[in-house]
Nanobody
Framework: QVQLVESGGGSVQAGGSLKLSCSAS????????MGWFRQAPGKERERVAS???????WYADSVKGRFTISRDNALKTLYLQMNSLTAEDAAMYYC??????????????WGQGTQVTVSS
């Protein structure tokens, strides 16, 4: 019954910015880790950023300094601000919810994804 719905994907020029949103129908949203993953054609799914219940964030080295993950517990919404986008960032982006306050416990629920394309 848990539902995660991503939005905000689209096409952007290299060097541009995009902000993704994830609306989470989760009763205990404020108490769980949330994360963003992406998967490009021919590549494995990778975690790009996550944020625990204490609003402490983690970023993959490839996006550190360019992406910012945040959450609004009142709105039960997760965000990913992406700046200085490159072709390497083009992928399907997925929102995920963990089963614990910390991200070490892993992720249990997944959205359907939103596509991000980057043109030069």
């Amino acid at each position: 019954q848990v539902q995660l719905v991503e939005s905000g994907g689209g096409s952007v020029q290299a060097g541009g910015s995009l902000k993704l949103s994830c609306s989470a129908s989760i009763y205990s949203f404020s108490s769980v880790c949330m994360g963003w993953f992406r998967q490009a054609p021919g590549k494995e799914r990778e975690r790009v950023a996550s944020i625990n219940a204490y609003s402490q964030a983690w970023y993959a080295d490839s996006v550190k300094g360019r992406f910012t993950i945040s959450r609004d517990n009142a709105l039960k919404t997760l965000y990913l601000q992406m700046n200085s986008l490159t072709a390497e960032d083009a992928a399907m982006y997925y929102c995920a919810a963990g089963g614990s306050s910390t991200c070490a416990a892993g992720f249990r629920y997944w959205g359907q994804g939103t596509q991000v394309t980057v043109s030069s």
